[in-house]
């Protein structure tokens, strides 16, 4: 029974998004995919410099490597800044044509 109303629900959504763009009533103009990929990058960039700090012999510890300040200051700075480009990404208003 869930599914079966999942699938009407997404026939519905999808129905819906087609009617606004015959419409041309887009929600989101190419602006917003821009900022949002910009956003997702961001996103990316911080997840990459966080990773890593794994040691080659399992019984030493470095804390240089785990405590850096790319991956406890710049990479979470990163994500965050990221998260507020999406923000502004889907708040912004299409330009209409």
Known sequence: M???LAVAFFELFCER???MEKKN?????RD????????????L??????SG???TDPNIFSDQE???TRRITIAPIL???GLVIEVYAIMKKTKSA
Do not use: D, E, P
Request: proline content about 0%; overall charge positive; glycine content about 16%.
């Open 2 to 4: 869930g599914a079966g």
């Open 17 to 19: 998004i087609l009617h």
């Open 25 to 29: 009533n887009i929600i989101f103009g």
């Open 32 to 43: 917003n995919f821009m900022w949002m990929a910009i956003g997702a990058v961001v996103i």
């Open 45 to 50: 960039a911080g997840i990459f410099l966080m």
């Open 53 to 55: 700090g794994k040691s």
């Open 66 to 68: 785990v405590y850096s």
């Open 79 to 81: 994500i965050i800044l």
